[in-house]
């Protein structure tokens, strides 16, 4: 059984940075897809980005580009989100997610798992 663990998270301030990690066990991980997303009160789970496990390749949503980075550690069996300059809209509850499906998607329902999610808060 595939888990992922979050962590990271804490309180900041506007333009501050933070590097979220999510510890993955339970699999081969070889043709998996690891992204994160955020889900701010009352709103909808938002796609931030996306990696392939085996190649590495990036995918980034227009609000974060230029801004966050992510990258992940195979012989760690970790994946991350390093956030640089971060704005008080950044925060949320992070989650990391995978599937076994190596295609792109910024769909939430189409992700097979889920960590149980990290708070980041930026505030002055």
């Known amino acids: 059984q595939v888990q992922l663990v979050e962590s990271g998270g804490g309180l900041v301030q506007p333009g501050g940075s933070l590097r979220l990690s999510c510890a993955a066990s339970g699999g081969t991980f070889s043709y998996y897809r690891f992204s994160w997303f955020r889900q701010a009160p009352g709103k909808e789970r938002e796609f931030v980005s996306s990696?392939?496990?085996?190649?590495?390749?990036?995918y980034y949503a227009d609000s974060v580009k230029g801004r966050f980075t992510i990258s992940r550690d195979k012989t760690k069996n970790t994946a991350y989100l390093q956030m640089n300059n971060l704005k008080p809209e950044d925060t949320a509850v992070y989650y990391c997610a995978a599937r076994t499906v190596y295609g792109l998607s910024t769909t939430a329902s189409e992700y097979d798992y889920w960590g149980q999610g990290t708070q980041v808060t930026v505030s002055s």
């Open positions: 990696i392939t496990w085996s190649l590495g390749a990036t």
